[in-house]
Antibody
Framework: EVQLVESGGGLAQPGGSLRLSCAAS????????MNWVRQAPGKGLEWVSY????????YYADSVKGRFTISRDNAKNSLLLQMSSLRPEDTAVYYC????????????WGQGTLVTVSS | QSVLTQPPSVSGAPGQRVTISCTGS?????????VHWYQQLPGTAPKLLIY???NRPSGVPDRFSGSKSGTSASLAIAGLQAEDEADYYC???????????FGTGTKVTVL
């Protein structure tokens, strides 16, 4: 059974940092591209970042560029999102999402982890 | 950062057919990138509904269908059922920004 389990969410202060993790199982992680997508409370979906299966290609949304860093460890079947210089508008549920390589769509989503940025 | 426009809401009686539009531009949908659709039931993670404009993943009922023309796409739900009440999002790719783009989302209500 395919599973994506996010962790690391919680309360952070404006200007602070947080590190999200996503543990993947039930599929060959190293052959899939991965994404982070977020959803602010009561709002729509917003794509955050993409990383190719090898980790060689990485994209970011303009709203997080220079503040967030996506990475992956194919040996540990894990996806990471290092978030720094956090702003209140980063408050959202963050979803880890799987993509069949180069298809540019998400075929499986995790259940999400809530990040709240507030003083 | 949504660049794909959807109607905020659509509604229909059980058994009716509803359609949801998704309007982009020459930089995304019009650049020959496919459109994909996701269904998000209340309190749950999104689920892939339609990929590559018209294709349904295994397990998605054939009541759901997609189409694309020019800079727009549409999702149709035929024979509307109570369990179809959800938010629906389109998604494509904006090559000029190397960014995935989602639609603004549409809430479907079954009357």
């Amino acid at each position: 059974e395919v599973q994506l389990v996010e962790s690391g969410g919680g309360l952070a202060q404006p200007g602070g940092s947080l590190r999200l993790s996503c543990a993947a199982s039930g599929f060959t992680f190293r052959t899939y591209s991965m994404n982070w997508v977020r959803q602010a409370p009561g709002k729509g979906l917003e794509w955050v970042s993409y990383i190719s299966s090898s980790g060689n290609n990485i994209y970011y949304a303009d709203s997080v560029k220079g503040r967030f860093t996506i990475s992956r460890d194919n040996a540990k079947n894990s996806l990471l999102l290092q978030m720094s210089s956090l702003r209140p508008e980063d408050t959202a549920v963050y979803y880890c999402a799987r993509e069949v390589d180069t298809t540019i769509f998400i075929d499986f989503w995790g259940q999400g982890t809530l990040v709240t940025v507030s003083s | 950062q949504s660049v794909l426009t959807q109607p905020p809401s659509v509604s229909g009686a059980p058994g009716q057919r509803v359609t949801i539009s998704c309007t982009g531009s020459s930089s995304d949908i019009g650049s020959s990138y496919h459109v994909h659709w996701y269904q998000q039931l209340p309190g749950t993670a999104p689920k892939l509904l339609i990929y590559d404009n018209t294709n349904r993943p295994s397990g998605v009922p054939d009541r759901f269908s997609g189409s694309k023309s020019g800079t727009s796409a549409s999702l149709a739900i035929a024979g509307l059922q109570a369990e179809d009440e959800a938010d629906y999002y389109c998604q494509s790719f904006a090559s000029s920004r190397s960014a995935y783009v989602f639609g603004t989302g549409t809430k479907v209500t079954v009357l």
